[in-house]
């Protein structure tokens, strides 16, 4: 264009605004996002110490220790197994939750109001209260287990057992701990599940109810299955991966309540991230589990867009 | 007020040509419409007219300035869009002052508190809000003048929206299918009040649309556009009767032209369906004849065409017959007057004929193909 | 037909209200406690919110005041002891200038970047949009040690800003804005570019505005999250008490527990809950659509 220099177009000015306002962002998240992950990927192959000078390569030697040891191994055990009891039931009381508010008359909103408070709370203050609630000798669940002795519950074994010799421990024994954090999980979350859920039924056009009515589908079983579960495909699978990835982050309950143990029944890797690396300063181990950690992380969130790919186009 | 041109404008993405070479001439207060099917460079050469997009090569006069390189704000040019582009958080006073304060107040000025305090802004804010009322008197919305654009109905907004462009006194208008979003009716009403705006202010007015009803009912001239290029520019009745280019006869009017594939022989002897007409070609041969429905008319004895009527359709005013003309590709459409009513049924068989002054050739190209002297003298 | 429509809806509300009662339990718990005394706590006796019988308080004692100074109401020493033994208004004032402060970093970078994801043409857009949906991948907890490590290498634990900038940046911020700001239309902008404005007062004159709901929800996900965050604070600031947030200074309030300590606890509890819990229930429907809309994305 002869005339017109080319910087004075208007398609040259959104160019330069474009680069100037996305630039800070870009820089950012390479600095805090992308840095990070390359910083960790490359101290897992070293012994590194905060505070020592000096840096020793030792190959793959904290893989081979995350795979070999058993503490490693009880780490993962810990973490798949939260994950696997976490993410299904407190999907499943989401949406279970989510259908029956949709079903009463009056009410919904009172009950969505108060499944959706402990997503609000603080999840660490929300432990504590219930550590105390769990409390061997003064808290309130054990308390009122104790006063169901003597009655017909003992006609079940587990319970017979609690009023012989005491009720569990529920954070101290190992045969217990796990599945207590997971209840506290699965009580924080399902609230949140619940929520998207809702707003997955609103959008299933009532037409299709209606539809279904015209076609015979009588019972409410088939008309979930014909109708409701399908059309809330793209909504689980967002929850399912949502969920996923929250509760393989789950850290506050473990710290505040059980440190890990009894027995690392309970050492999730976010935690053991935190104590190898940060509380005993042995980052090489840290990093190598950090790194394993984002794999787990994205490899769900991968399959999660892949999934969804085919109907969702972010473009 | 000013004219405006435009010189020999291209535009190219990549290998797409999406103006090649527009050239046109808009003149103080006229009323100019550029019409075309979409994706025909209209929008795109409206807007590097008013500075949003800039031209491959050409340049852009308004008045005697060359305002290559100005920015969009700076070329004192109003623009009205299809959808309106109504700032959904102001009021309508705020929206139809948005261009006012941009202009007349500096940045400190128009601080929430400080500007409250600097010299003059009191007394140019007080000059703003005369400015708008009037405005929105002018175009019948004062009442609405506190609501939000989403408590507007659709005919409000498009108010609201040449207000904002009223406001600033443009050397134009730009319209960018203003009407398409509204519903029939409204257009109907919308279409009356821009034309007599645009004669009420005197201002140039340039109107991008698809319609060539739209086109046809307001304009002072028609640029008529099609893949990249202007084919005619003239007024309403040139477009109408003496189309340039066998895509405007086609494009223009409502039903559309009739275009019969013709020969022309040795002799220059139009001939229809092997049949010798009256008419005779000029230098060039004449491949199609583009008769307009209500030029045909019937007769009894030595018809141009003859059919059976597939369809006919009543409008209460006219009677549109459609008619299956054998040897004919598409059926012919004939315009009646109402007295036919009831005349005439599907399966009928119709002659007709044509006075031969509003009968147009056109050549294998496309191009008009005027008739030779003698077949006019035959009329 | 309706009864037996409304048997079905008895036992839709049973399981509901059974559900309830295990949701508001820790609830209950906590503002139980929070108004017992330490004998009522112990004996577990004072009924559901304690008979608030006047008591002597040891803590005051042990402080050397006087019995007759001493006397007071469970629910009040609770209280007195959360605030005195722990800065607790300190706390909360952490809490609120990190939050506030997160939140508007986060939105001066996010809705620049996404106006110019959404609607602008530059060289590079596509690799910069791509490395947001990237990023989305990442859980900033997930990399908490190389930054922390980074952080240290800066001397900048135990500070501020060590609470504040790994936050400041979020993909999920810039992708929710840029999928609002899509649907604005092309026009608008080209109507303020005609009016006028240049590209940051079409930002924040006309996108932000715009997007305000988007923008409500962001900050709704925003400040729940970071008001209520434990790992990152718990990292960064060791010792300092001045610094901080209140779940850490909650954690801390933990560290011994011999019984009597649980009224003042359950209290420190109660106050960094309520907040939230308070906004929410003010701006319930705000807050669900606005965790729905972030959630949806």
Known sequence: MPDTPRLNRPEHRQARAGSALIAPAVLLLLVILILPVAVAAILSFSDYTLGRSGIGWVGLKNYADIFTRSSYRKMITATVLYVLVTVPVSVALGLGAALLIRSVRIGASFYRTVYFLPVMASLLAMAIVWEFALHPSLGLVNRTLAQGCGTWLEGWPWFARGCAEGFPLWLSDRDYALWTLAFIGIWQSFGFNMVLYLAGLTSVPRDLYAAAEMDGVRSGWARFRLITWPMLGPTTVFVVTISTIRSFQVFDTVEALTHGGPAKSTYVMIYAIYEKGIAQNLVGMGAAITVLFLGFVMLISVAQRRFVERKVHYA | ???????????????????????????????????????????????????????????????????????AADRDLAMVFQSYALYPHLTVAENIAVPLTMRRLRRADRLPLMGALMPGVRRRRADIVRTVREAAEILDIAALLDRKPGQLSGGQRQRVALGRALVRDPAAFLLDEPLSNLDAKMRVHMRAEIAQLNRRLGATFVYVTHDQAEAMTMSDRIAVMMDGELLQVGTPDELYDDPADIRVARFIGSPAINL???????????????????????????????????????????????????????????????????????????????????????????????????????????????????????? | MTHRFSARQTLIHAILILGALIVLLPFYVMLATALKSPVEIASGTGGLFGAQAPMVSEDCLMQGGAEAACLTRPVLDNFRQAFTKAPLWRYMLNGVIVTAAIFLLQTLIAVPAAYALAKLKFWGRDAAFALVMFCLLIPVHAIALPLYLMLAHLGLTNSYAALILPWIVSAFGIFLM??????????????????????????????????????????????????????????????????????????????DLDGTFYGPMMATALVIVTPLVAAFLVAQRRFIDGITLTGMK
């Open chain 2, 1 to 71: 007020m000013a004219t405006l041109e435009l010189k020999d404008i291209t535009k190219s993405f990549g290998d797409t040509d999406i103006l090649r070479g527009v050239s046109l001439e808009i003149a103080d207060g006229e009323f100019l419409s550029l019409v075309g099917p979409s994706g025909c460079g209209k929008s795109t050469l409206l807007r590097i007219l008013a500075g949003l997009e800039s031209q491959s090569a050409g340049s852009v006069h308004i008045g005697e300035a060359c305002v290559d390189g100005r920015r």
């Open chain 2, 260 to 379: 019969l594939p013709v020969e022309t022989d040795g002799a220059g002897v139009i001939r229809l369906t092997g049949r010798a007409t009256v008419l005779r070609a000029g230098p060039v041969p004449v491949a199609y004849l583009g008769i307009r429905p209500e030029a045909l008319e019937p007769c009894d004895r030595d018809p141009l065409l003859s059919g059976r009527a597939r369809l006919v359709e009543n409008l209460g005013s006219d009677l549109f017959v459609q008619l299956d003309v054998p040897e004919m590709p598409e059926t012919v459409t004939v315009r009646l007057p109402s007295d036919a009513r009831g005349k005439i049924a599907a399966g009928d068989l119709m002659h007709l004929r044509v006075r031969p002054d509003r009968v147009r050739g056109f050549d294998s190209m496309g191009l008009a193909a005027p008739f030779g002297a003698e077949a006019l003298a035959d009329a």
């Open chain 3, 178 to 255: 840029r999928q609002f700001f899509l649907t604005v239309p092309d026009d608008l902008i080209d109507a303020a570019r005609m009016d006028g404005m240049g590209e940051f007062a079409i930002i924040w004159r006309v996108m932000l505005p715009t997007a305000i709901p988007a923008l409500l929800a962001f900050a709704i996900f925003s400040v729940v999250a970071h008001w209520n965050d434990y790992f990152w604070p718990r990292i960064v600031i060791t010792g300092d008490r001045s610094l901080f947030t209140p779940p850490l200074g909650l954690r801390e309030f933990k560290g």
